[in-house]
């Protein structure tokens, strides 16, 4: 007769070494003055550009970019064009940013005192899952993408701390249904602020400021 | 995609374990993974064997217990599954928020 196993309890989440890193990461920023927001969202939402709209009204407060693509640089190279402390994460094919990629990041950019935006890789999945140090999670949605989008990919809708729904300077072109939208984001998370923006007119970016900044300042 | 990555924590976390109580083969690893953690067992299953290879894992057998996300009704307290498109409490017709239940991602234990 075959032996009969022993099993030995361990009860260890295998996301443990990311949320450690992450943990490290968010008591450093926090002690160098630094609030840290992780930039969400599906490819082509406008996160560079609602970054942009929301720098543009930080006011006295510095402004600091980690880029994270999985190739090029475009994004960085614009933003350091306007004057903002940015530096680009090629993550070379992996589908998010992880701690450790951040822990280098932000020893490379070595800074002080501001609001640090680290912009995710465009993925409406997978950022979702992983701590990076950040204080807040910024998810980018658009009216172009869907209405059925919270139904669609649950967690980065219940993750989130605000919810930027850009473009809807196009709602009156597309069959965007506000209302079938906004049930699927509250019954995933009833208290984010949802505010509607567009990166093109600017409309909606003084109140997205603003929140950035009271909880910033907090 | 990120399985790769994971499934190497997996053993590492496994043969750590294992060396601390003096054990050279696992024969089996009982891992939970929640169907809303953003893991597909299959893919972790597919890279389980070529890891394990040279480890103290190597041949034991992966577990996956997989665990069904499930919804609170926010009026009346019912934990149910949801359906697609809708938040809905089958008991009452409120709406249900996200639990724990279903994003578990852990390893439960190991067999000697």
Same mark, same amino acid.
């Given at each position: 007769?075959?032996?009969?196993?022993?099993?030995?309890?361990?009860?260890?989440? *295998?996301?443990?070494?990311?949320?450690?890193?992450?943990?490290?990461?968010?008591?450093?920023?926090?002690?160098?003055?630094?609030?840290?927001v992780?930039v969400m969202g599906?490819?082509?939402v406008g996160k560079?550009s609602s970054l942009?709209q929301i720098?543009k009204r930080l006011?006295?407060?510095?402004?600091?970019?980690?880029?994270?693509?999985?190739?090029? %640089?475009?994004?960085?190279?614009? $933003?350091?064009?306007?004057?903002?402390?940015?530096?680009?994460?090629?993550?070379?094919?992996?589908?998010?940013? %992880?701690?450790?990629?951040?822990?280098?990041?932000?020893?490379? $950019?070595?800074?002080?005192?501001? *609001?640090?935006f680290?912009?995710?890789?465009?993925? $409406? *999945?997978?950022?979702?899952?992983?701590?990076?140090?950040?204080?807040v999670k910024m998810l980018v949605s658009t009216v172009?993408?869907?209405?059925?989008?919270p139904?669609?990919?649950?967690?980065?809708f219940?993750?989130a701390d605000i919810i930027v729904l850009n473009k809807c300077d $196009?709602i009156?072109?597309?069959?965007f249904?506000e209302?079938?939208y906004m049930?699927?984001v509250r019954?995933?998370n009833p208290t984010a602020p949802v505010i509607k923006v567009s990166c093109t007119t600017g409309e909606g970016f003084d109140e997205v400021s603003k929140w950035i900044k009271e909880k910033?300042?907090? | 995609?990120?399985?790769? !990555?994971?499934?190497?924590?997996?053993?590492?976390?496994?043969?750590?374990?294992?060396?601390?109580?003096?054990?050279?083969?696992?024969?089996?690893?009982?891992?939970? +993974?929640?169907?809303?953690?953003?893991? +597909?067992?299959?893919?972790?299953?597919?890279?389980?064997?070529?890891?394990?290879?040279?480890? !103290?894992?190597?041949?034991?057998?992966?577990?996956?217990?997989?665990?069904?996300?499930?919804?609170?009704?926010?009026?009346?307290?019912? &934990?149910?599954?949801?359906? &697609?498109?809708?938040?809905?409490? !089958?008991?009452?017709?409120?709406?249900? +928020?996200?639990?724990?239940?279903?994003?578990?991602?852990?390893?439960?234990?190991?067999?000697?």
């Amino acid at each position: 007769m075959a032996e009969e196993n022993r099993e030995i309890e361990i009860m260890q989440s *295998v996301y443990d070494k990311n949320e450690q890193v992450a943990d490290q990461i968010n008591a450093e920023l926090t002690e160098r003055g630094i609030f840290a927001v992780n930039v969400m969202g599906a490819p082509g939402v406008g996160k560079t550009s609602s970054l942009i709209q929301i720098i543009k009204r930080l006011e006295g407060i510095t402004p600091y970019v980690i880029e994270g693509d999985i190739e090029a %640089d475009f994004d960085t190279i614009t $933003l350091q064009s306007m004057g903002v402390k940015a530096i680009q994460i090629n993550t070379g094919g992996a589908c998010h940013l %992880d701690s450790p990629m951040i822990g280098q990041a932000v020893k490379d $950019l070595n800074i002080e005192k501001g *609001v640090l935006f680290i912009e995710n890789i465009g993925n $409406l *999945v997978c950022p979702a899952e992983f701590m990076i140090g950040e204080h807040v999670k910024m998810l980018v949605s658009t009216v172009t993408e869907g209405s059925d989008k919270p139904y669609k990919y649950p967690l980065a809708f219940e993750k989130a701390d605000i919810i930027v729904l850009n473009k809807c300077d $196009l709602i009156p072109y597309t069959d965007f249904d506000e209302e079938f939208y906004m049930k699927g984001v509250r019954a995933l998370n009833p208290t984010a602020p949802v505010i509607k923006v567009s990166c093109t007119t600017g409309e909606g970016f003084d109140e997205v400021s603003k929140w950035i900044k009271e909880k910033a300042n907090a | 995609m990120h399985e790769y !990555p994971v499934t190497k924590r997996i053993i590492a976390v496994a043969s750590e374990f294992a060396a601390k109580n003096g054990i050279d083969e696992v024969k089996q690893i009982n891992l939970v +993974v929640g169907d809303y953690s953003g893991y +597909v067992a299959s893919s972790i299953e597919l890279y389980f064997d070529i890891i394990a290879e040279g480890t !103290p894992c190597s041949g034991s057998k992966l577990n996956i217990m997989r665990v069904k996300p499930k919804l609170k009704c926010s009026i009346c307290g019912e &934990l149910f599954e949801r359906k &697609l498109f809708s938040f809905e409490c !089958p008991v009452c017709g409120g709406d249900g +928020v996200p639990t724990e239940i279903g994003q578990e991602f852990y390893i439960k234990s190991i067999e000697v």
